[in-house]
């Protein structure tokens, strides 16, 4: 096991390495001019940096307001309430995932702050330290993504893809939870 861990070690070290040199490499077969392709694609990628700002501001915003407005304690309170309705008094810690379920699909930074939170009250190898690392490892910053990427292309119509990414993330969630159940509950 130790030689399998110290191989996978080294071989996740000198990956992205390797990437690179290949990407050079290739580039030198096929005679491309490299460093003018570099500082093209960095002008782009500027000049998009500059162009989603205005969708970026606007998103971090409405995620502030939204978290400032104490809204996730009003939500934990209402699902405690249920669950004791139901007879599920003995899962009420994890009613401490529903700040990270909700943020996550809207702010990756967010929702990182709220897993801090997280460890720091229950602690990284805690049924609920765990189940929030398998949510933030399940799910995707779907509102940031939309925003800001569909924003940078000009999409004004996303049709089926904030429902898709929406139920995707649901899913996400939910299997976090049944998994952190299953091995750790």
Do not use: N
């Amino acid at each position: 096991m130790e030689l399998f861990r110290d191989l996978m070690e080294t071989f996740s070290q000198w990956t992205i390495p390797m990437v690179m040199l290949v990407i050079i490499l290739w580039a030198f077969v096929k005679k491309v001019p490299m460093y003018e392709s570099f500082v093209t694609g960095a002008k782009e990628g500027f000049d998009v940096a500059v162009m989603i700002i205005p969708y970026l501001v606007g998103i971090l915003f409405v995620i502030k307001v939204f978290m400032a407005s104490g809204i996730f304690e009003d939500i934990k309170i209402g699902a405690g309430w249920v669950m004791a309705q139901v007879g599920l008094e003995a899962y009420t810690e994890s009613l401490d995932l529903i700040p990270l379920a909700l943020t996550r699909p809207l702010t990756g930074g967010g929702a990182q702050g709220v897993l801090v939170d997280i460890f720091t009250r229950h602690g990284p190898d805690s049924f609920v330290g765990l189940c929030a690392s398998m949510m933030m490892g399940s799910t995707e910053t779907t509102f940031y993504i939309l925003t800001v990427y569909f924003g940078a292309v000009g999409v004004k119509k996303i049709r089926h893809t904030m429902g898709a990414c929406l139920i995707a993330d649901a899913a996400g969630l939910i299997t976090a939870v049944v998994l952190g159940y299953l091995l750790f509950g």
